[in-house]
């Protein structure tokens, strides 16, 4: 048998229990008015909201290019750590619901996964810079930081217009939060900023020729 190297990449299920989860609450009556990010309700003690607001959404529209970025960006983050994929996670939720209660107390309700969408997408350029100086690569370092700088481009633009770039925010009747998407990023960026948070190469299994020994049967 031919030896043979095999790319070791685990199954990325926490990303589909949780678009599952983001598209359960779009259909079950009701479900997003439970879940949703909420001023009021946080004062009568619904602390949940804090991390299930970010998988409720204003409409299909807005529900469709936030999914899609996340299973992306998900896939490509668990595959090459699940333990800091979901800490990660799970801190930029909390980061973001809080962040946004003390620096926009004008702001009723919030909802969407674009905050954790930029985290992701901090963490894989982090990921690209810190490759592309393993390997002296200028042209993946070059890319990865065109990267940043177009997201933060992008937040400028929203930040300065109130409108988003990917989604008709007017259309689908809410209100764009871009502070969101920078604690989101910032908080991804963090994450890869702690010692040892350097994600690894997706790691290669090996196959060799092994010599069958001999057995006898009595």
Known sequence: MP?????????????FLIA?????????PGADSLLEWERHAFSTGEAW???????????WNHLVWDLAAFVGLGVFVERLGRTRYLVSLGMS????????????????????????DSTLFAMVCAHLLALSRRRGD???????????????????FELHTG??????????????????????A???????????AALPLPRMRAARNVPARESNAS
């Open 93 to 116: 939720a909390v980061v973001i619901s809080l962040g946004v209660i003390w620096f926009q107390p004008d702001l009723a309700t919030y909802r969407g996964l674009s905050g954790l």
């Open 186 to 196: 910032v908080t991804g960026l963090v994450a890869m900023l702690v010692p040892g």
């Open 20 to 28: 599952a989860a983001v598209l359960a609450v779009a259909v079950v």
């Open 138 to 156: 200028l042209k993946l370092g070059l890319l990865a930081s065109a990267a940043l700088l177009g997201f933060l481009a992008k937040c400028g």
């Open 163 to 184: 409108a988003t770039v990917f989604v008709d925010s007017g259309a689908a009747g809410f209100r764009p939060v871009p502070l969101a998407h920078l604690l989101g």
């Open 3 to 15: 030896a043979s190297s095999i790319p070791h990449r685990p199954l990325p299920w926490a990303t």
């Open 49 to 59: 909201r804090l991390a299930t607001g970010h998988l409720t959404h204003f409409g």
